[in-house]
């Protein structure tokens, strides 16, 4: 989008399980504030279980992307590249 040209983007294996995922989800959001990342949001990414067997289909995690935004601290960085 205008507001942020080229986001930072992370690939997200999660527990199945609601309560765990949102505690797990909620302890990455904060990392990257402390990071200096502006966390822009999340991103359930799209599977087709029927492609699994059972015993894959019991243990696969809940995929999902993350979407940050650079430091501003980072905006001179292209200056500065080879």
């Known amino acids: 989008?205008?507001?942020c040209p080229k986001p930072g983007v992370?690939?997200?294996?999660?527990?199945?399980?609601?309560?765990?995922?949102?505690?797990?989800?909620e302890v990455i959001e904060k990392v990257c504030e402390a990071n200096e990342l502006e966390f822009l949001g999340w991103r359930e990414v799209p599977v087709d279980p029927s492609a699994l067997?059972?015993?894959a289909r019991d243990a696969v995690p809940?995929?999902?992307?993350?979407?940050?935004?650079a430091p501003k601290r980072l905006d001179d960085d292209e200056e500065t590249r080879d």
């Open 53 to 55: 067997g059972p015993q």
């Open 62 to 69: 809940s995929m999902w992307q993350m979407f940050v935004k």
């Open 1 to 3: 989008s205008e507001n």
């Open 10 to 25: 992370g690939m997200v294996f999660l527990p199945q399980q609601e309560d765990r995922r949102n505690s797990v989800k």
